[in-house]
DNA sequence: CGGCGCATTGAGGGCGGTCAATTGGTGTGG
DNA sequence: CCACACCAATTGACCGCCCTCAATGCGCCG
């Protein structure tokens, strides 16, 4: 069940037997969402860190007059509130993108993770940092990027993650995200996602049917998108 | 010399006698930087932890064209590079803006901190998640609030954190930012900046003269701005 | 079949960008 | 003490990326 996340972890840190036990022992509660529902509101307490299984989710944030800003997505394997352990107020939302099934796990476990366990400790605080280096490309995106840059860089990052977790075969994987989101996401209208996406169908950079994405070649979808994999903790070769 | 780093430390987490002295005692290297110099670069794997003790610096990203995007400022009492204790290689880099005195600590003695002192660890890692919330925020302003409101609300949110360390006295504190800082942390063009922030002067909002910024009515600033310092971890009054 | 959500397309407009020139403060060398 | 360089702040003119409003197509479901 954990495996996709202990995968991510080891990307970074060798999971020990006894840290793995420790994982998969729980307790854990799981929980099943349908596409939109919210995993969890702004402005909540948690006493639970969501980890998902399976699916796609997003972490937003509302303002006054309804507007949305997506700032996060997650995928199989990702802890998408970590935070929520360290903060005694959530910020921001979780919802579903498509159907998800979600692993919840006490706090407390956690905290006797601190206790008894520095290092998966610390792989667990190197997952919440290399969030925030994701949310500092995604502020160079907003800021500095165009919309088709931009769009293109999201699609790469994506294509990345989705590899780590053996969840692309053939460069294609499954993005349930609507343009909506993509908008909310880019802090673009829908109206220009869905011309930038043509954009890039047109110049034969990504093929887009359905919910799958299939980016027939990466190295020159990161050239246009100026994608340095750096940011993800990459060294050398990102593509396969 | 620790007393800003740990009152803001405080605000999460009670420190004790013991971490503390464990804090205090290093073995801190003391380094001053000039205007615009370098403190890190990106890129780079680094062994010590930095601290503003003086000072106000930023952390930013380059793009291929010699683009900038500023993600994050950071003012006494912060510190600006606790990610570097996780990333094995930094995916941005941080620079004084005015004069900054930086304390430098071994990754080595944060080590030593996740196997003795786990509450401690806790209000680390509290740090940078406090660090990915302000992210967030500012993913928000650069994606659905126009240059008015989002500089206003850089404003109000630098405001509280001055505060918060002592460093703001009658709503007034020193921003050594220049508009061309301000424009590559915005995603806005100098110019821009500059033509807000005398809209801001000519309504009101703020006065801005040399490196001082006082804000003579705080609330009115964080209705304009669309400020809500929540994700600051702040509960209740907001302003004093 | 009608309703609904999402994708798509067109027309027109505004926020903020680019380019360029001017001002003013500061530091430096003659 | 002044000339000059340099950097930040300021101002104006023009332009383009992306927004808003609106309509249409399309697949899915009750």
Known sequence: ?????????????????????????????????????????????LTEACVILEGFAYRFKTLRQGARQITAFHIAGDFCDLHGFLLEQMDHGIAASGPCKIGRLPHKTLHECMERLPRLTRALWWDTALDAAIHREWMVSMGRRDAHEQIAHLLCELLLRFQWVGLSENNTYVLPATQIELGDAFGLSTVHVNRML???????????????????????????????????????????
């Open 1 to 45: 069940m954990l495996d996709l996340l202990i995968r991510k972890l080891e990307r970074y840190h060798r999971v020990s037997a006894e840290e793995r036990q420790f994982l998969e022992e729980g307790p854990w509660r799981v929980v099943e969402y349908q596409s939109h529902e919210p995993i969890v509101r702004e402005g909540d307490s």
């Open 198 to 240: 043509q954009r890039l169908r047109k110049e034969g950079l990504i093929i887009l049917t359905g919910g799958r994405v299939t980016i027939p070649d990466p190295v020159q979808l990161m050239k246009v998108a100026g994608f340095d994999p750096t940011y993800l903790q990459v060294r050398g070769r990102a593509t396969r």
